[in-house]
């Protein structure tokens, strides 16, 4: 008698649970949300009407006025990136889909009227699937489970979007630093050449070294062009990432990259960090626990694969009124159920072995993203402390001794070249490593290989496979 109260009370949180599809979206995108902002600072929303999107509209306004750092990109794209709206959507579609697990199985109703040689009969009956009404309970828990994963691989879609939103930003700032500095550089080349034509017609100045000028400038110039088709190309594939056309692509980016950290990241606790927090391992951990119920009612449903119950009404013409009910049962002479038993064994074993494998490539690729971030940290400071300070100094001294007829214009022109690499070779070192410290930033919270994608793309298919 004690079982009655309990299964009661189980019922109706059932029955409370199965409320609104609205609600559980909501409960959903809130995990969402929250973890992005944990992560990136930024919260994100799913804009489901228009009201939504005109308020994200004057958001975006706002946001475009002003030089869009690096911050704002991500915000940007959260706002604006129409394929991470679509990724919420996904959150929307498996509310609605654990809302109606979530639902007692609906009972059939069949009416049949027939006559025969003037004979009227007609036949009443109500169906239920009882099978499906005892296991109502625990579909409801595994979609719940599903409905789980379904959040955190929208959270996986949304940090990818940011992850890559970062990583484009920085490649834009870099192309546009480095189209800047060529621009000067090819300034600087074309008095130069000016200068050494004047020279060259007061007969200052050799045809050698004229043509020497000359070739300078002329190569600046093609690589200047270089330099803005690549900034070009790098803030369209920022603006596509941003959601901006049209109009939007006169967007401002800061002149220059953020500045080097004076102290690296610490490593000593990312691997452990990376295990308890990493995305793609708690979204494991749910599918193989929702295996697990799988497997559950798979040994509930062995035997009986098929229960069905009817109340009959019947009534002919002339005779009195038929009542009853009818149960139909599938016998199980053929198939008693071991070989899907053994199937949803296996798939929860293989769920098992996926996640311990996940876990490992997680600590393997924290270490392998820290070495890149600490080497990429070290070669730019390198290069900004200690190779372009030095190439300045040999540039000053080369000038120096060119004024004084030490040298000839062909060296002053080799130094002038090597100085111009050395530059931009110091913000392509820059890039990289703010590159590598976003791979970093990202491997501590998901797999940023294969962000967003299901831990193994056939459990989740194969989940249900034993009902």
């Known amino acids: 008698m004690r079982s009655g109260p309990k299964a009661a009370a189980a019922l109706l949180a059932l029955l409370l649970l199965s409320a609104c599809a609205g609600e559980i979206t909501e409960r959903g995108l809130a995990d969402v949300s929250a973890v992005t902002e944990a992560k990136v600072g930024r919260k994100v929303d799913w804009q489901r009407d228009d009201a ?16 869009v750092d690096v911050d704002a ?61 005892f296991t109502w309970p625990i579909a409801a828990k595994i979609e719940e489970r599903r409905f789980e994963q379904a959040t955190w691989r929208a959270a996986g879609d949304v940090l990818r ?26 300034e600087a080349a074309e008095a130069q050449a000016e200068l050494a034509r004047r020279m060259a017609r007061a007969g200052n100045f050799s045809a050698l070294d004229q043509a020497r000028e000359q070739v300078f400038y002329a190569e600046t110039t093609a690589a200047l062009a270089r330099a803005r088709l690549m900034a070009d190309g790098e803030k369209l594939r920022l603006a596509r990432l941003l959601g901006l056309w049209g109009e939007d692509l006169g967007f401002k980016l800061p002149p220059r990259l953020p500045d080097l950290p004076e102290q690296p990241m610490p490593g000593g606790e990312l691997e452990q960090k990376a295990i308890a927090e990493r995305l793609d391992i708690r979204r494991a951990q749910k599918e193989v626990a929702g295996l ?29 009124r038929e009542t009853g009910y009818e149960i139909h049962i599938e016998v199980p002479i053929f198939d008693f159920g071991s070989a899907r038993v053994a199937k949803a064994e296996a798939v929860y074993q293989q769920g098992v ?12 690729e924290v270490r392998e993203t820290y070495a890149g971030y600490r080497t990429a940290l070290d070669l730019a400071r390198h290069w900004r402390q200690e190779i372009v300070p030095v190439r300045q100094r040999i540039s000053e001294e080369m000038l120096l001794r060119y004024n004084g007829m030490l040298v000839s214009v062909f060296e002053l022109l080799s130094d002038s070249r090597d100085q111009i690499a050395a530059v931009i070779s110091a913000i392509e070192a820059q890039r990289e ?10 491997a501590l919270i998901t797999d940023t290989a294969t962000i967003g994608a299901p831990a193994s793309p056939r459990l989740a298919a194969r989940a249900g496979g034993g009902h």
């Open 73 to 133: 990109a991500v915000e940007l794209a959260f706002l604006n990136n129409r394929g991470l709206q679509a990724d919420l959507a996904e959150i929307g579609i498996a509310a609605a889909d654990l809302a109606a697990a979530s639902r007692p199985p609906n009972p059939g109703f069949s009416f049949a009227r027939t006559t025969t040689g003037g004979v009227r009969e007609i036949e009443r009956s109500i169906t239920g699937d009882v099978l499906g009404l």
């Open 52 to 67: 939504a999107r005109e308020m994200a509209q004057a958001r975006v306004r706002a946001l475009l006025a002003q030089p």
């Open 292 to 320: 697990a119920d799988s497997l559950g009612l798979t040994h509930i449903t062995r035997f009986v694969n098929v229960l069905e119950a009817s109340y009959l009404r019947n009534k002919e013409e002339g005779s009195p």
């Open 433 to 442: 490593f703010w590159l590598a410290e976003t791979d970093l930033r990202f």
């Open 353 to 364: 072995d996926r996640l311990a494998e996940i876990a490992i490539g997680a600590r393997t």
């Open 161 to 186: 979007k940011a992850a890559d939103t970062r990583r484009a930003w920085f490649r834009a700032v870099a192309a546009s630093q480095v189209a800047d500095y060529v621009a000067q550089a090819k």
